[in-house]
């Protein structure tokens, strides 16, 4: 099979010929024909995340995807031969960026049934950082009011549609061209920031939670505009220690990443506020209840690109270069490749 791998830290992917994988007791063999192109894919690359998620070379790159079960594992009961199932993997497991992959059959859910599987494969990362973000660390509940910052990228897009669905008053951050595209997605308050004070145009609204997909200066302002007690939730860093606590680092990993986050942690306390950080784990659990809410109408993903597999390494390209409505995919169906949205 065709796959894209990283050979080393900080050099390009290279597609190559690998064996089909054969599945585990607990996992399936999916053939994927679709996988979502994500900011994490690049920071994995360069290795960002190689003290705290250390991998083996070659590593198959790729978080997220959509496909067909071709071949279930002994102890597995929940999927059958045929099925249509999405999720995402992790940063340690083998990749979805290849022609078949065996996934952990607890990080995947049925596809949802009103969306193509191309669709469906720009939905894990967006989704499971929405729901981790707002549902499982941020608590959001009626009547509270959520920044989410990037409102029309592939995270943000969905992001305000969920805030929405929890009864959240949604402000977001967008460029001049996409000011629209965020009121169609439900956001309350749209915040140009080529052009708007953040602090200025939230004055008077304190916020509950942001969601920052952002980071640097954005995430520090962000913290500016929340009342006493509210939280950041960053996705882009720095981590932080409860987060360091949680994966179980090593005493040494632990001292940096509380080095690394002192200058934010220590505004946040100066404000009265909260910074956490959020890396997303699979939960096919969640993605089954996304999987609902899509097919309910309640949330809908937005795709920018469609592109061949082939042309993955330029997917990644159009991802880093910015600018995008929704997500990029790349595909293994041909008929399905699409021009820019």
Do not use: C
């Amino acid at each position: 099979m065709k796959a894209f791998v990283l050979e080393k830290y900080g050099s390009p992917l290279r597609q190559t010929e690998m064996p089909v994988p054969s599945p585990a007791p607990h996992e399936v063999l999916v053939r994927m024909v679709a996988s979502g192109i994500n900011h994490a894919d690049e920071r994995l690359r360069v290795g960002e995340f190689k003290a705290l998620f250390p991998v083996s070379f070659p590593k198959v790159m790729g978080g997220e995807f959509a496909g067909v079960v071709v071949e279930v594992g002994a102890a597995v009961t929940d999927f059958t031969v045929g099925e249509t199932v999405y999720g995402y993997v992790g940063l340690s497991a083998a990749g979805t960026l290849s022609e078949y992959l065996s996934v952990d059959a607890r990080a995947i859910a049925r596809a949802p049934e009103s969306l193509s599987l191309v669709e469906a494969a720009g939905l894990p990362v967006a989704a499971l950082t929405a729901w981790q973000a707002l549902v499982d660390m941020g608590h959001t509940t009626k009547g509270q009011t959520v920044l989410i910052h990037g409102g029309t990228g592939g995270v943000g897009s969905i992001a305000i549609q969920l805030a929405k669905r929890l009864g959240a008053t949604v402000a977001t951050t967008v460029s001049t061209k996409n000011i629209d595209a965020a009121r169609e997605l439900g956001a309350d308050i749209v915040i140009d920031y080529t052009r708007d004070d953040l602090v200025q145009r939230l004055d008077g609204t304190p916020v509950d939670l942001v969601l920052d997909t952002q980071g640097g200066t954005t995430l520090l302002t962000s913290l500016e505009v929340l009342r006493s007690g509210g939280t950041v939730i960053g996705v882009t860093g720095p981590p932080e220690p409860m987060f360091a606590r949680r994966i179980g680092v090593n005493p040494v990993v632990r001292l940096a990443i509380r080095a690394m986050s002192a200058r934010v942690r220590r505004r946040a306390r100066a404000l009265g506020v909260t910074y956490r950080f959020l890396l997303i784990a699979p939960d096919g659990a969640a993605m089954q209840k996304v999987a609902e809410l899509v097919d309910d109408r309640i949330l809908r993903p937005i795709i920018d690109r469609a592109r061949a597999f082939d042309e993955t390494q330029e997917a990644l390209d159009d991802v880093l270069a910015g600018g995008t409505r929704g997500k990029i995919v790349v595909t293994t169906d041909p008929k399905s490749v699409t021009a820019r949205g």
